[in-house]
């Protein structure tokens, strides 16, 4: 069951998927309305999951469902994952590899392989104070303090 996302709990689990490339307005508009669909739909055990969708900055999916109603489980969660290797066939897109850092370079979103990203610090193109996207969080609450931050509050710390 689709619940808008600022109406969910703030201990609501949440998943992100970024894009290896940022998605064209076109593109958005189809996947909002199979991501709505899916979410619509999205249950576990039989039983609809209060659930949710962000998409943001046309290159991240966030995915919320309401745990304290129904806790998605390991079959949920496979689905979810289908529903996101789909979308990555369809849009030629790459959204599992956590091996990538999405970071802003002034009003820029960029996307660097872990090992590009090693190199930038090292090399001083990006800092400590860049603002990177933590997609380790677990929780709307997290999302909201934590997702964008300066690089020396989140797990890419360790490269500066």
């Known amino acids: 069951m689709y619940i808008p996302f600022e109406n969910l709990p703030e201990e609501s689990k949440?998943?992100?998927?970024?894009?290896?490339?940022?998605?064209?307005?076109?593109?958005?508009?189809?996947?909002?309305?199979?991501?709505?669909?899916?979410?619509?739909n999205w249950a576990a055990h039989g039983t609809g999951l209060e659930a949710?969708?962000?998409l943001k900055y046309?290159?991240?999916?966030?995915?919320a469902v309401n745990q304290?109603?129904?806790?998605?489980?390991?079959?949920?969660?496979?689905s979810s994952v289908r529903f996101i290797q789909d979308l990555e066939q369809k849009?030629?897109?790459d959204l599992l590899d956590k091996m990538?850092?999405?970071?802003?370079?002034?009003e820029?979103?960029?996307?660097?392989?872990?090992?590009?990203?090693k190199k930038m610090a090292k090399d001083k193109a990006v800092t400590e104070n860049t603002i990177v996207?933590?997609?380790?969080?677990?929780n709307i609450a997290e999302y909201n303090e934590s997702w964008e931050v300066p690089a020396m509050d989140s797990w890419h710390s360790r490269f500066f």
């Open 58 to 63: 046309n290159r991240f999916i966030i995915l």
């Open 100 to 106: 990538n850092v999405t970071f802003k370079l002034g």
């Open 91 to 93: 849009y030629s897109v």
């Open 14 to 40: 949440i998943w992100i998927y970024q894009s290896n490339r940022k998605f064209s307005d076109e593109e958005i508009a189809e996947i909002e309305e199979v991501l709505k669909d899916f979410v619509e």
């Open 108 to 117: 820029h979103v960029a996307h660097k392989t872990l090992i590009d990203f």
């Open 133 to 138: 996207f933590n997609n380790l969080i677990n």
């Open 52 to 54: 949710s969708y962000q």
């Open 68 to 78: 304290e109603v129904q806790i998605a489980t390991g079959c949920s969660i496979d």
